[in-house]
Nanobody
Framework: QVQLVESGGGLVQAGDSLRLSCAAS????????MGWFRQAPGKEREFVAA????????YYADSVKGRFTISRDKAKSMVYLQMNSLKPEDSAVYYC????????????????WGQGTQVTVSS
């Protein structure tokens, strides 16, 4: 069974950086897409970034493009989200997710989810 465990969230000030980590286990992930999503109180879960586990292109929401970077370490089965120049509107619970059939921007394409990690950015 695929398991995803996020870590690295916290309380930071606007302009600061954070790196979120996602430990992936229970699968080979070769054909998977891995994504980060976030959900703020009262809002729907939204796409942040995604990549193919096997390598290649990365994808970002317009709101984070140029500030966030998604990456993965295949040897460690880890996925990361480096977040720079954080803004108060980036505050949310961030979720790591795995899509068995490739990278996607859509929540419904992801079959496996972590428990989430809280990111709070103060102004």
């Amino acid at each position: 069974q695929v398991q995803l465990v996020e870590s690295g969230g916290g309380l930071v000030q606007a302009g600061d950086s954070l790196r979120l980590s996602c430990a992936a286990s229970g699968g080979t992930f070769r054909a998977y897409g891995m994504g980060w999503f976030r959900q703020a109180p009262g809002k729907e879960r939204e796409f942040v970034a995604a990549l193919y586990w096997s390598g290649g292109s990365t994808y970002y929401a317009d709101s984070v493009k140029g500030r966030f970077t998604i990456s993965r370490d295949k040897a460690k089965s880890m996925v990361y989200l480096q977040m720079n120049s954080l803004k108060p509107e980036d505050s949310a619970v961030y979720y790591c997710a795995a899509a068995p059939y490739g990278s996607s921007r859509y929540v419904q394409d992801y079959a496996y989810w972590g428990q989430g990690t809280q990111v709070t950015v103060s102004s």
